[in-house]
């Protein structure tokens, strides 16, 4: 028994000595320690202090892009106030009924006219993740002996606070700054009727950082794309799965995908690749950034700005009726109805919803198409070249191959090595930004979604609608089909002996939907009915689009820009 216990305090102090070199440098000062995960399942560090030390203990070092904790560019990480709607949700007296279309977000927003939707779906940008309603095809399963080879997915982060500076917080400024006037002795500020409640209402909101629903989204994503591909995912192995820093919510997002799809013990199996994004760096997840024409593009910003004075016009002149002591204006009333959403996302509900009619969300959603549609799409001239990189980057995994240089703003470093761009994986999954995002459905060239919109008058039902292509969470499921024989257009069957053998196709999915390829490639087959595209032609089709595109001219040429309605192919004319 003695000898037992000698032994055990002998591996107890050897175990305290060896943790001690581990955290104690050589001057006796601790050290401080980044965590991450490198290649291979390790656990790995980067310690900061002295390096000389033999013990195995010492965590190893973590390069710099797959470092995540802790993190170098978070962005502002303002939480604000925390949700308890059990206390302060309203609803209309005696019923106790709320409509709960995307649990657990609740509104009391009539939803006359929405054909079974409701206001949630209306929001653009700002819209919390649901299923887009479909892009003009049915949706098929597999035939019999067709198997999927590979997934790439590209997926937006979940539902957030505002960003610095938004409308909501001036607008929060604004109130705060007449309650504060009122308080010191000038004009008494009074809110009436639908805006009574403004009178003890302050702006809490956070800041940049994804809310409980963000998190849930892209958890419940990972669940979702875990059911549809995991037997693509070799569990004996890691994948590289690539994010952007400068926002706390971009890892988290990866992160919390990760957790749905993996488990909690996610770092088995993958390791996170954080991409600098900062003007002037290369970084097709935010391919903007070193495009500067980008930045002066806003052509869409102005008509929506034209189409707001429009559809929001009688809503302010309402509101302006219910104010003393404050000028209410149409930036004011634009302002308060995005609270909504974003109160919504974070808080559960919003008395701000229901301050709008149902035609006014529907002016709304339209106001962000046309913003989108000019500023980042098809009717910018760096539309598609904001998106190229990323395009870039889907083909040569498609063709096997690393990019050493690519004429768009791809990082040449990390895409031109196959530990940072790896060519070996069945499932690629990438995260990015709604704006990146519509630029890369744009430098693919899906035509289907070219406009143009008219900044005067809602169209009616349009393609091109934000809250369909980029919610919150949004995800472009792009697969790999091999099939035993060419497949029928029509879904009949396979085509019969003296065809060729094995066949691949290339089928895209915009937020559990499928774009029909056809519709903008005619070289695809628009009678297709499953909207798949043959891969050889798939990639014919694609080889063009970077000369297209003319990144180098759109992002760095000088050339006048003119409004909207001067361009048609998100490319310089």
Not at 150 to 172: A, C, E, I
């Amino acid at each position: 028994m003695r000898t037992f216990v000698t032994c055990a305090l002998a591996f107890t102090l050897a175990l305290v000595l060896c943790l001690g070199l581990g955290f104690i440098s050589g001057d006796g000062t601790m050290l401080g320690v980044r965590t991450g995960m490198a290649m291979g399942g390790a656990k790995s560090a980067q310690v900061l202090g002295q390096d000389s030390s033999d013990c195995p203990c010492r965590p190893e070092k973590v390069p710099q892009y797959f470092q995540t904790s802790p993190e170098l560019w978070a962005g502002p990480t303002a939480t604000g106030r925390a949700p308890f709607m059990a206390q302060t949700r309203t609803f209309a007296t005696g019923t106790g009924v709320t409509y709960v279309p995307n649990a657990p977000l609740q509104t009391d927003v009539p939803i006359v006219g929405s054909d079974g939707g409701s206001i949630f779906d209306l929001m653009a940008y700002l819209s919390p993740y649901m299923p887009s309603p479909g892009f003009g095809v049915q949706e098929y399963p597999l035939p019999e002996g067709a198997e999927i080879i590979q997934l790439q997915m590209l997926s937006r982060h979940g539902s957030r606070y505002p960003t610095t500076g938004s409308n909501v917080v001036n607008l929060g400024d604004r109130i705060a700054a007449a309650a504060a006037a009122a308080a010191a002795g000038a004009d008494k500020l009074r809110f009436k009727g639908a805006l009574e409640f403004l009178n003890d209402w302050k702006y809490q909101l956070g800041a940049e950082i994804l809310v409980p629903k963000g998190r849930q989204e892209l958890f419940d994503s990972g669940v979702l794309h875990n059911y549809m591909y995991s037997q693509l995912v070799n569990p004996n192995s890691k994948i590289i799965v690539r994010t952007t820093a400068r926002h706390d919510r971009m890892l988290k997002s990866a992160e919390y995908f990760m957790a749905g799809f993996f488990g909690l013990e996610w770092t088995r199996n993958a390791t996170i690749e954080v991409i600098i994004e900062e003007n002037h760096f290369n970084n097709s997840l935010a391919g903007y950034l070193n495009c500067p024409n980008s930045n002066k593009i806003r052509g869409g910003s102005k008509d929506a700005t034209a189409w707001i004075g429009t559809y929001l016009q009688n809503a302010s002149d309402r509101f302006a009726a219910m104010v003393d002591g404050y000028e209410w204006t149409l930036d004011d009333t634009y302002a308060a109805q995005t609270m909504c959403p974003y109160e919504t996302v974070a808080y559960g509900f919003s008395r701000f919803c229901d301050l709008f009619t149902y035609e006014e969300w529907v002016g709304f959603g339209y106001s962000v198409d046309l913003s989108f549609y000019g500023d980042y799409s098809f009717g910018s001239p760096t539309g598609r070249a904001v998106g190229i990189g990323y395009q870039q980057e889907v083909l040569a995994r498609l063709k096997n191959h690393t990019l050493g240089y690519s004429g768009s703003q791809i990082n040449i470093t990390l895409d031109n090595n196959a530990e940072t761009f790896p060519l070996n994986q069945s499932v690629y999954l990438d995260f990015s930004h709604d704006t990146n995002i519509i630029s890369i459905l744009t430098a693919f060239g899906l035509k289907q979604f070219a406009g143009p919109l008219d900044p005067s008058t809602y169209p009616g039902e349009h393609n091109f609608t934000v809250s369909h292509l980029t919610p919150f969470g949004a995800r472009l499921d792009i697969e790999i089909i091999r099939t035993p024989k060419p497949l029928a257009a029509d879904r009949s069957s396979y085509l019969g002996s003296g065809k060729p053998g094995e066949t691949k196709y290339v089928h895209f999915v915009l937020n559990q939907r499928t774009i029909p390829l056809g519709l903008s490639f005619p070289e695809c087959d628009a009678s297709r009915v499953d909207g798949w595209c043959e891969f050889g032609t798939f990639l014919q089709v694609q080889e063009k689009m970077p000369g297209l595109a003319r990144f180098d001219y759109a992002c760095f040429g000088d050339f006048p820009i003119g409004p909207t309605a001067a361009y048609a192919n998100g490319a310089p004319p």
